[in-house]
């Protein structure tokens, strides 16, 4: 069973706002019946304001939550001002979401923003992106934007914001590609020093790579050895050493102390490294 | 949750109550008797025959001997150690035929079985059809010189269907190949004899009969080559190491024992129970239908797709009457996609975000079902009004 917020669970039970507005001026519709989601928000504006808002929502307790609370922020609210609201702030309205049902809130907010383009007679940004995971059709644009707001670190947490890779998972990879990207675009800093804990073995295998190839191939070349990174589990890394190094004896020690402390500064702190 | 309200509870097949006389076989064992059944002295002699008695008790639900037994902790362990039993007695057989519609405990340990043998298998998964049943034709074909293991589940635990293992087994001696059947859902609901059946591995789960949880068996047919699973001591003849789970063993003996007891209630009031909440609900709420065969299923099984609503809102409103079932969409299971029986038989994604799964027990009452009647078809009208889907009249 989920731990809902009472505020989740008060929404859910007592739903403000249901319905649709007759002539609205601004209409946004967002997910579908394949994705277990989906949320029609209709808005009522006058002189820049939102002045009524109303939801209908197919989904679960924290999806109908989502829309309901969504409705109750922008209701009074300048388009201005609703401009800005991300799924953050819905989920901090409802006193937080289980990590899993994020997504609920990012519909929310993608409903809201469908909503305010339709009034102004624009077409969405996402409908520009290439579509990354093809079962719940979400876009690199998408996938990009949430990252960055919501300042995320895993391809599991694009996957609760977004439901990208929560079907068949085959676009795990480009999640983590998109993932690298949008951190080094500087869109957020991440700090070095406190890396993700929660990296996917993908994200884990790139960074031993660009480290071994950085900092630990260069010394080992210069007495005509080399590693080869073989296996990543979990947080055991399997190397293997070639060249020189498979003859020397010391290349126990190189991959204890040297290479392992490498990437337990860069990487991990947790990695294990251990000789295939 | 409400504490003023009597709680309903339709989901037996996810778990059961512990039956009030499975408490008092149990309880000496968590007392004064604490002997190891193993000891050479008599007080702990005692213990192992109330292991003894137990073993008799599920030997006689089974129709089976009592050495072809094994206690172990879970429904989950019987069914790893029947596959992996299967696949080391036959190592240069590389092909496993089971379906789609198997529980996790099946289906995740196939899909990934490479992880646990080191070596690579082919793994033909049967398809069902939108009744949730196997085309015989497409099972006899799939069935190889290389085929080292055949699982098929007795009853789906998400639609109660029940498939004919019986007959499949005889399929699968007639090639040699070993038979494993998930039976969990089965026992005790549907009468069976192992002695008249060419199944040679059956895995049971003590918690969905009325026994408590971490406690199982696993039927292994005498003469079956047979692999343990846990190594370490003598205990169950050496094919599963581990001190007894004593007071568990005596608690599944005596619910084997009530189950048969009650086999012909449950057939009879319970299925009538059912039927009734089937009926109702179909007939008074629009846009509903029920998933899998309606003759050949568990009579304590319904599972209804209520048609443009989710399932954990249904879950959610009915829980606020104490109504205990289960749904098989996305949102409930904790993953993205709806239920992979559901999806395996083709239910559309209309109809299975919506499902919900009531499974009965000899504990319910007619009151109780009325109750439901009452109360679910409002629950579905508010969903529908707030959902975009929903047609407008």
């Given at each position: ?26 209409v ?9 989601d ?11 304001k939102?002045?009524d808002?109303k ?22 609210m300048?388009?201005s ?45 996402k ?13 690199d ?7 960055s ?16 890779g ?14 690298h990207k949008?951190?080094?675009d ?11 804990k ?14 071994l ?7 080992l ?29 010391k290349?126990?020690?190189t991959?204890?102390?040297f ?11 947790t990695?294990v490294?251990?000789?295939? | 949750?409400?504490?003023?309200m ?5 989901d037996?097949?996810a ?8 408490m008092?076989?149990m ?9 190891n059944?193993?000891?050479?002295h ?17 030997a ?16 989950t ?6 596959i992996?039993s299967?696949?080391?007695?036959n190592?240069e ?8 519609i ?13 992880i646990?043998t ?26 190889r010189?290389?085929t080292?293991?055949?699982?098929i ?8 269907v ?8 005889v399929?699968?001696?007639?090639r ?17 004899s ?8 059956l ?9 408590p949880?971490g ?5 292994v047919?005498r ?5 343990p ?5 003598h ?53 509903s ?6 003759e050949?299923?568990?009579p ?16 959610l ?14 949102c ?9 029986v ?9 109809a299975?975000?919506?499902?919900i ?15 439901v ?6 629950i579905?009208a508010s969903?529908?009004?707030m959902?975009p ?5």
């Open positions: 069973m989920w731990e809902y917020t009472e505020t989740v669970t008060e929404h859910f039970q007592n739903p403000r706002n249901v319905g649709e507005i007759d002539n609205a001026d601004g946004g519709e967002v997910g579908s019946l394949a994705c277990g989906a949320l029609r928000l209709t808005l009522k504006i006058e002189d820049g939102i002045v808002a939801f209908k929502t197919f989904g679960c307790a924290s999806a109908i939550a989502s829309s309901s609370a969504l409705t109750e922020m922008i209701i009074g300048d388009v001002k609703a401009e800005t609201i991300t799924n953050e702030d819905i989920a901090s309205a409802l006193g937080g979401l289980p990590k899993e049902k994020m997504h609920c809130s990012v519909m929310g907010r993608e409903a809201l923003e469908a909503a305010l383009a339709d009034f102004r007679g624009l077409s969405l940004p409908a520009d992106g290439e579509v990354v995971c093809e079962c719940f059709g979400v876009t644009v998408e996938i990009r934007r949430v990252v707001e919501s300042n995320l670190h895993s391809v599991e947490e694009i996957t609760n914001f977004t439901k990208a929560g079907g068949c998972g085959k676009c795990e990879e480009k999640l983590a590609e998109l993932l949008t951190q080094s500087g869109l957020r800093v991440i700090p070095l020093k406190q890396p993700s929660r990296m996917t073995t993908l994200q884990k295998i790139k960074k031993i790579e660009e480290v190839d950085r900092e630990i191939r260069p010394g070349r210069l007495d005509g050895g080399d590693i080869e990174l073989i296996d990543v589990e979990g947080d055991t890394v399997m190397v293997s050493m070639r060249g020189a190094c498979t003859s020397c004896f290349s126990q020690t991959i204890k102390e290479v392992e402390r490498k990437l337990r500064e860069q990487v991990l702190e990695l490294v251990e000789e295939a | 949750m409400n504490n003023e009597p709680v309903i509870y339709m037996n097949n778990t059961t109550m512990v039956a009030p006389e499975v008092a076989a309880e000496p064992y968590f007392g004064g008797l604490y002997g059944p193993s000891s050479m008599s007080f702990g002699g005692q213990v192992g025959k109330a292991v003894a008695n137990a073993r008799q008790q599920v006689e639900l089974l129709g089976c001997d009592e050495d072809e037994v094994i206690f172990t902790s879970c429904g362990e019987s069914d790893s150690t029947a992996l299967a696949l080391r007695a190592p057989r590389r092909h496993i035929v089971t379906s789609r198997e529980h996790p405990a099946v289906k995740n340990l196939c899909e990934n079985i490479s646990f080191g070596h690579p298998y082919r793994v033909t998964m049967l398809k069902v059809d939108e009744e949730g049943l196997i085309d015989m034709d497409e099972y006899a074909e799939s069935l010189d290389d080292a293991i055949v699982s589940m007795w009853a789906n635990n998400e639609t109660g029940i498939l004919p293992v019986e007959e499949m087994a399929m699968a001696r007639e040699g190949i070993p038979f494993h059947t998930d039976a969990v859902q089965a026992v005790g609901k549907i009468p069976f192992l002695r008249d059946s060419e199944i040679d591995f895995s049971l789960s003590g918690h969905k009969l009325h026994a949880k406690i199982g068996v696993l039927y047919k003469g079956t080559p047979f692999a699973f846990l190594t370490g001591g205990q169950e003849d050496g094919r599963r190491a581990g001190t007894e789970n004593v007071a568990s063993i005596v608690g599944i003996g005596r619910a084997c024992q009530l189950a048969a007891d009650k086999m012909d209630e449950e057939n009879g009031r319970v299925k009538a129970l059912r039927d009734k909440l089937e009926n109702g609900l179909l007939s008074s709420i629009p846009r239908l029920l998933n899998g065969n309606k050949l299923r568990l304590n099984t319904a599972n209804i797709s209520f048609e443009f609503v989710e399932g954990e809102s249904i879950l409103h009915m829980d606020r009457y104490n109504i205990c079932a289960s749904s098989g969409s996305a409930t299971s904790g993953s993205l996609e709806p239920s992979h559901l999806r395996a038989m083709g239910v559309p994604f209309t299975a975000h919506g499902s799964r009531f499974s009965l027990s000899v504990y319910n009452t007619e009151e109780e079902i009325d109750t009647l009452e109360k679910l078809p409002p579905i969903l529908r009004e959902s889907f929903w047609p407008k009249k």
